[in-house]
């Protein structure tokens, strides 16, 4: 049983000003949950419908979905302390790193996050104007991934401009093919938003402009990639090098 005022606390853990609020966000799933069970990260509270968990509490069917952010309600629901990441461990010198200018939709933040771990690249540097990593449906996206990927949050321009000799590489149309280009182990590469791309500020930053090439060359066809899977052949091709 949890009360009426524990259940808008968890339930305000759906916005980012309550995430703030309260220093934590909310997963959900046995899987999820039994993963940062076995992480760095501090869980406050499990709450369950069936007996999973040896710290978890019980509670109804009826009240996990109340507090679930999901269509259907798993049967289990984590509160989880916010972690702070310092900036400074991601160093475009030594560590390839993705940064993120207004990415916005969650499930494409989510994905990218997922790609990130897969592609092992430890940090993502977000515009401050990202969506939020810990929303409720980037947490769910990310399949884990969150607990193994830094995601930090600044002005993004600024940090890019402070990074002295690495390379941070864009997409452009008027880039270079990626398949012909030279790629280096380190460095930052840049996504931009989902229908405007980089942004002008984030673009002065950008000193090697790339291009992923349709098939063939004078395709007409979409306008774009979708930025997530724009973001895979990136990395793709960087790892492969």
Known sequence: MITRAEILDIKSLATKQGREEL???????????????????????????????????????KEMERISQ????????????????????????KNLVLALDRIQNPGNLGTIIRLADWFGISDIVCSEDTADCFNPKVVQATMGAILRVRVHYTNLAE???????????GTFLEGENIYNAQLEKSGVIVMGNEGQGISDEVAECVSHK????????????????????????????????
């Open 159 to 169: 940090w890019l401009s402070a990074q002295g000799d690495a390379k941070v590489y």
């Open 23 to 61: 220093g934590a966000f909310i997963a959900e799933g046995e899987k999820l949950v039994g993963e940062i069970r076995n992480s760095s990260l501090r869980i406050r509270r499990i709450l369950q419908t069936k007996p999973i968990f040896a710290d978890g509490e019980l509670i109804s069917e």
């Open 70 to 93: 999901l269509k259907t309600a798993n049967a289990v629901l984590a509160v989880v302390e916010l972690p702070k990441h310092k900036l400074a461990l991601a160093n475009p010198a």
């Open 210 to 241: 790339l291009l992923i090439p349709p098939y063939p060359a004078d395709r007409c066809g979409s306008e774009s990639l979708n930025v997530a899977v724009a973001t895979a052949v990136i990395c793709s091709e960087f790892r492969r090098r």
